[in-house]
């Protein structure tokens, strides 16, 4: 351990480290992204369809608009999955607008526009059919898009032109443009998506990456003014809870003003730890820098090297605070991000496996409970939801690391939490500090083979975001076994499964700090 630290100070930065790990107790890989996961209901014949998302392009006036989303019926035609496939119609309101009886005049060559009134689907599908329209979009009453399946009755349904559901929102443009008098029209298709998602690749080697780097910083030379917290069997367990309780409050209470302040704290630890970062690599060149200082009101002396480096990374910071909302924000926010979780594992470690197995056992139940069982008890998945943001300021919480989906024709980002980067990453940076101090080949250690444990996890990951249809995953539930196990299992077939667990016991017991945070 390093030189002896006051007790506030080291109470200071355990609050520190606490706060940060809470920042990065978000532990879910999704794909934040327009999809459908709906089951098919009731099969019968002329009424098989698959639910399939839909664009709507349209033109009002002759000037093209965003696209609408939609979402097919049970029954009906199928739709083209290019836009030079499908044929532009202009649209039209039915008469009378819940289209549950006969329509009073004819729509051919038009595409018809419902509201969703009281009666079946099937029926209205089949009065705008009679009329001789091209299609039928549904306004739904709510910005959900509802399921249109059948009933016991349409046996024998014959519809022949595509049905599918909008939202209100969507609707309600339609109608306000079509209420000026102006001229309508649409285009349906139903773009496919991409069997395999290269996007998801990008971020797992991005999820690795900081996981070696993790490890790497956890082997270098310590700096003697930094105070290393080994996390205690206790400090795991309080996390976990802590985490836990900041979950709900978040899930409760989720509004812009608290994302703001998460998204502060966000900015402040990504610059701090873009700052140690950059200093770190500039000293290991150039020593020299660091000797010209200044003194600063309220942040006292530092070098003009130092300084410099602080305004270039408040500069970033800021300008990415401006930009969030911008198409391509994600680069800063990973790279913040990142920051982050390097210069936190460069302050808190895992002493022995005892103490790994206690942290990632509690957060392997942790994830599950939060993203599978919490719909059960809350009637939403608490995870998913926390990590979607607050859907009516459309802002966002950033401790995650995202990518766009560059080959999707549906975009979104495929994401992960940073819980699933920091807590693998403690164990293999205590294997990389194992390894090293037993002076371990790299075929002969552990850090290898839990960094290919890592990333085969991360695979099983993705593998079951397709298999669910991009329903949330928790990663633990996948990476906790392909680390955490396998680190155990090399210890008993090595015969050190014991000497791991138990490891710098009896170093850490020659030290007496006093200091009531479960954090050694």
């Known amino acids: 351990m390093s030189s002896f630290v006051p007790p506030t100070l080291r109470r200071h930065r355990c ?27 009731l099969e019968t014949p002329g009424c098989t369809n698959k639910f399939q998302m839909v664009k709507v392009l349209n033109w009002v006036d002759g000037v093209e608009g ?19 496939q499908s044929v532009r119609f202009p649209a039209a309101f039915v008469d009378p607008l819940d289209s549950c009886s006969n329509l009073s005049s004819r729509l051919d060559g038009h595409i018809a526009l419902s509201i969703r009134g009281n009666c079946a689907f099937t029926e209205k599908a089949k009065h705008a059919q009679a009329a001789g329209a091209s299609a039928l979009l549904v306004i739904n009453d709510k910005e959900d898009l509802d399921e249109m399946g059948c009933m016991e009755k349409d046996a024998s349904l014959n519809v022949s032109i595509p ?12 109608n306000r443009s079509m209420v000026d008098k102006k001229i309508v029209e649409l285009l349906l298709y139903a773009p496919n998506r991409p069997t395999v ?8 080697l991005m999820a690795v990456g900081t996981v070696v780097e993790f490890s790497g910083a956890g082997t270098r030379k310590d700096d003697p ?11 795991a367990v309080f996390f976990i809870v802590t985490a836990s309780i900041f979950l709900l409050l978040l899930f409760y209470f989720m509004s812009s003003w608290f994302v703001w302040v998460l998204t502060i704290f966000f900015c402040i630890g990504g610059m701090q730890g873009m700052h140690n970062i950059i200093m ?5 060149k150039c020593r020299h820098l660091s000797r010209k200082s200044v003194k600063l ?36 926010q990973d790279i913040l991000g990142i920051c982050l979780m390097i210069t936190a594992l460069q302050v808190v470690r895992l002493p022995n496996i005892k103490v790994a197995t206690v942290l990632l056992c509690c957060a392997f139940v942790y994830d599950i409970f939060w993203v599978f069982i919490s719909p059960l008890i809350f009637h939403e998945s608490v995870m998913i939801v926390v990590a979607q943001g607050d859907s009516s300021s459309g802002e966002s919480i950033p401790m995650l690391l995202r990518i766009p989906r560059f080959f999707d024709p549906w975009g979104g980002y495929d994401m992960i939490g940073f819980g699933d980067i920091l807590f693998p990453g403690l164990l293999i940076s205590f294997a990389s500090r194992y390894d090293k101090i037993k002076k371990r080949v790299i075929a002969n250690g552990y850090f290898l083979w839990l960094t290919i444990g890592y990333g085969i996890g991360l695979l099983l990951t993705y593998l079951g975001l397709y298999l669910m249809d991009g329903h949330g995953q928790p990663a633990l539930l996948y990476i906790v076994p392909c680390t955490l196990g396998l680190a155990v299992i090399l210890g008993l077939v090595r015969g050190e499964l014991k000497e791991l667990w138990n490891y710098g016991v009896d170093e850490s017991e020659s030290h007496t700090p006093e200091d009531p945070l479960p954090v050694a």
């Open 225 to 235: 003014e930094k105070e290393i917290l080994d996390i205690s069997v206790t400090g």
């Open 197 to 204: 998602d290269f996007t998801a690749g990008l971020l797992l």
């Open 297 to 332: 009101p309220l942040l006292g002396t530092m070098s003009w090297m130092s300084l410099l480096v602080n305004i270039l990374c408040v500069a970033f910071a800021v300008f990415w605070f401006v930009e969030r909302h911008t198409s391509y924000s994600w680069v800063g």
């Open 280 to 284: 770190a690599v500039l000293l290991r």
């Open 163 to 174: 049905v599918l559901m909008i939202s209100k929102s969507s609707g309600d443009a339609l």
């Open 15 to 41: 609050f520190s480290v606490v706060s940060i790990l809470l920042l990065l107790s978000l532990s879910v890989v999704a794909a934040d992204d327009v999809s459908w996961t709906g089951d098919s209901g």
């Open 66 to 84: 965003d696209f609408l989303t939609g979402l097919t019926a049970q029954f009906g035609a199928s739709l083209p999955s290019a836009a030079d």
